[in-house]
Each structure stands twice: as structure tokens, then as C-alpha cells.
């Protein structure tokens, strides 16, 4: 299990970056109707989540990469499990793989974003119940 004050914990539960005990979106990625909406402030610790207009358009750049990373991951998966497709039908599995993990990767991306702008703070942590 991943020890709480480590980025990794913060992004990989989503849980806000400062104090890792408050839920940094309004609902679960998959949930559409509120499809990748970060909560104002923390729930928890109140840090505020944007700390300028348009704060998480950078995250665009984190979701690059994170598409990328699905795309070899299931690249990597066909060869594993010795799955000899051709380009157009190993086309069609990457895309879908993106397709299915969009919410998840948006998400991500934000809490890659913000997790590089705020830092962990164990004194707010600890206060907290």
C-alpha cells in the first residue's frame, strides 16, 4: 500500500494533493454527468483547488502522456498475451483502450497537474481526523 505523503498516493486516489484526505473531484471519473469536474476547495484541509482561471488547461499536456502510456500499455498487453493482430485490428484495440480509459486519463491528468503545483503537508494532515 502506497504510504500516504507521497504524490503517488495523492494522484493515484485522487485525493487532494495538501493534506491526501479530501476528495479531489465531485464524483468518480466514469460518473458523466459530472465528468472530470474538480471540487472548488478540499473538504477536509479548504485548500483551494484552482488557483487561477483556467488553472487545469495545462493538464492537456499531463494527458498526453498518460494516453501515450495506455497506448503502449495495451500495445504491450497484445504481446504478452501472444496476440498476432494486424495493424488495423491492433489499431482498434489501442483506440478503444483510449476510449475506455478517457475518464480515467483526464482524471489522472489533474491530479498530475495540480499534485506538481501543491505540496503535501503533514502538519494540516495530521489536524485532521
Not at 484526505?21 to 465528468?35: I, R
Not at 501515450?68 to 500495445?75: C, G, S, W
Not at 483510449?98 to 489522472?108: N, R, S
Not at 491528468?109 to 489536524?127: E, G, H, L, R, T
Amino acid at each position: 500500500m502506497l504510504p500516504q505523503g507521497s504524490k503517488l498516493y495523492s494522484i493515484i486516489f485522487l485525493k487532494c494533493p495538501r493534506c491526501h484526505k479530501g476528495e479531489f473531484f465531485e464524483a468518480n471519473p466514469y460518473k458523466l454527468s459530472n465528468f472530470n469536474k474538480v471540487k472548488e476547495r478540499c473538504p477536509k484541509c479548504d485548500l483551494k483547488y484552482s488557483i487561477e482561471p483556467s488553472f487545469y488547461t495545462g493538464s492537456m499536456y499531463v494527458s498526453y502522456g498518460v494516453g501515450i502510456a495506455v497506448a503502449v500499455a495495451a500495445y504491450v498487453l497484445t504481446l504478452i498475451f501472444g496476440l498476432e493482430l494486424s495493424i488495423g485490428a491492433l489499431f482498434v484495440v489501442i483506440v478503444t483502450a483510449l476510449v475506455l480509459a478517457m475518464p480515467w486519463i483526464a482524471a489522472v491528468s489533474k491530479s498530475i497537474w495540480a499534485n506538481i503545483f501543491f505540496k503535501f503537508d503533514k502538519k494540516i494532515a495530521k489536524n485532521i481526523n
